[in-house]
């Protein structure tokens, strides 16, 4: 899903995409300025030097512009860090710490009241790692879990470790965080790939039981216990 809607952006009229970048960058400096409630859309349109029924010719409202934002931005850093799109321990590590990012720039760049923004970004965010995960696993007959299944378990045990980590008071450094996570993730993959030195096989084969897997996600919940 991800690959194909990428494909489809990149033969997006010119002018679309110029009028929109125009509108996420206006709301981006506005969500600095000010908490996401507090921004209409005659805000938006003005900073980005519109006017609204440009505005709506683009986007029913404001949370629709927002959700498009974030997949842009998820997509964009994701394309940035992940050029080759394949599951490796390298790319497992940097997803981790992308998302590590993300998160915390939302809580310290974004004032709050946070409101709706908080659970339609943890939306997005969940989703693009859903697909990226998805298109890393291939079906595996060792396991009796789906990879659909793989693919959500770890996307959300994914967010939800990184979102504790940017509201811990005792904060970690981000690459301390990531060499923690990163083992239990893997192993909830595991059943779906191998690797050789880091980088994905051809054929991929199972190695230990799925339950004894996916347990590992519920140890994420206690990093910082």
Excluded at 62 to 70: C, I, N, T, V
Excluded at 130 to 138: G, S
Excluded at 202 to 221: E, I, N, P, T, W
């Amino acid at each position: 899903m991800l690959v194909k809607e990428i494909q489809e952006q990149k033969h997006e009229d010119p002018r679309i995409t110029r009028t929109r970048g125009m509108l996420t960058a206006a709301l981006s400096e506005l969500m600095r300025e000010k908490s996401f409630n507090a921004i209409t859309v005659r805000e938006i349109a003005e900073r980005a030097t519109l006017n609204r029924v440009t505005f709506y010719a683009h986007f029913q409202d404001k949370f629709a512009l927002l959700e498009y934002a974030a997949r842009q931005m998820i997509r964009q850093q994701i394309e940035a860090q992940l050029p080759n799109g394949a599951y490796s321990d390298e790319n497992l590590r940097r997803l981790v710490l992308l998302v590590c990012n993300f998160v915390s720039d939302i809580d310290q760049y974004c004032p709050p009241p946070h409101g709706q923004l908080e659970p339609l970004m943890e939306k997005k965010i969940k989703t693009e790692l859903y697909d990226v995960m998805l298109h890393w696993l291939p079906t595996s007959k060792k396991t009796s879990a789906s990879r659909e299944q793989a693919a959500m378990m770890s996307a959300w045990a994914l967010y939800g470790a990184a979102k504790q980590w940017s509201q811990d008071k005792a904060q970690k450094p981000a690459e301390d965080f990531v060499r923690q996570v990163v083992p239990l993730i893997k192993a909830n993959l595991q059943p779906f790939v191998e690797t050789n030195g880091g980088q994905t096989a051809k054929r991929a084969h199972g190695g230990g039981s799925s339950s004894g897997r996916f347990v590992s996600l519920l140890r994420l919940q206690h990093v910082y216990r």
